[in-house]
């Protein structure tokens, strides 16, 4: 499997901790193995999430993400006026760290750059009943699906998945910053579909992280986080942890051993991406409970 199917399948994997269950780590010396940062791959393989090039209006050219403090005016869906079906305004705006989008229904998330586009958080919405012609449906499949950017001369903005795109014009409205906990003031439980009642705990401290993962600092090493960016160095991965998951914990050492973005949410969210992977997060603050398991001895799922 290459580095980036690995990474990919961190996001269910459910099935390579089962797979893992009957196998036993190598026995080897109690001791950390550094992960080495995996080396760069052709740009050719690791394209954008969703390739909708050929769904782009004709003068509209692709563009790396470069949204954050913009707001812009829906102006056409599919390449149809929405003013011709719809008579309220619809706006999308973006801060460094939240995107919000007003059509009938007031939305609002925390997003993440991940180069060619961005990924979206956990979204909360207003509950209005909607008419049938709100344009609501259309803008969360676009702007929850990684959609293409692209721009024209006269400075439009497109969004574009396979079938379905939105033409957006910028304002001047502009939605402020709130800020975010303190990276320190607690740790992160990770998303993990395999992580139960027990995902990941990452940990900052000073320059450095840990991550509990079925045992303390199952992951650890030095990180960097500034501008949106997380960068890690001398990483390395038990070799002791008691885990029913192995392969799990090595792959999120890959994983982190690369180049992040990541954005963090006012009420603790968090995401991290390499660009193609997205990893989920919420900070245990003000209420630290849901990570105590992180600090009491971990237990082997039944039957390994």
């Known amino acids: 499997m290459g580095l980036r199917n690995a990474l990919i399948a961190l996001a269910n994997i459910a099935a390579l901790a089962l797979s893992g269950c009957g196998g036993e780590m190598p026995a080897q010396a109690d001791e950390d193995v550094p992960v080495a940062a995996p080396s760069a791959e052709p740009e050719d393989e690791t394209p954008s999430p969703n390739v909708a090039v ?8 692709p563009i790396a993400f470069d949204l ?3 707001s812009w005016l829906v102006v056409a869906i599919d390449g149809k006026p929405l003013s011709d079906r719809y008579s309220d305004l619809a706006t999308v705006h973006f801060t460094d760290t939240m995107i919000y989008w007003q ?12 180069g060619p ?6 979204i909360t919405a207003t509950l209005v009943a909607c008419p049938a012609q709100s344009p609501d449906a259309e803008l969360a499949q676009v702007l929850g699906g990684r959609p293409l950017i692209a721009s024209n001369a006269e400075g439009k903005l497109m969004l574009a998945l396979k079938g379905r795109t939105l033409t957006l ?4 409205s502009r939605y402020k910053n709130v800020a975010a906990p303190p990276l320190e003031a607690g740790p992160f439980r990770i998303m993990l579909a395999d ?11 000073g320059n450095n992280f840990s991550v509990w993962m079925d045992c303390p600092a199952a992951i650890h090493g030095k990180a960097r986080v500034s501008n949106g960016q997380m960068r890690t160095s001398d990483i390395a991965v038990t070799t002791s942890c008691d885990s029913y998951r192995p392969t799990a914990i090595r792959s999120f050492g890959t994983f982190l051993s690369q180049p992040l973005s990541i954005a963090r949410g006012p009420n603790g969210e968090l995401l991290l991406t390499d660009g193609i992977t997205v990893m989920h997060g919420q900070q245990c603050y003000p209420d630290a409970s849901p990570c105590n398991y992180a600090t009491k001895p971990a237990e082997k799922a039944p039957g390994t």
């Open 117 to 122: 586009s961005f990924a979206l958080g956990r």
């Open 169 to 172: 014009s910028q304002i001047d």
């Open 68 to 70: 954050a403090g913009s």
């Open 195 to 205: 992580g139960g009642s027990r995902p990941p705990v990452l940990s900052f401290k």
């Open 54 to 61: 050929g769904n782009l209006a004709p003068g509209f050219a």
């Open 103 to 114: 059509a009938c229904n007031h939305h609002e998330g925390l997003y993440v750059d991940t």
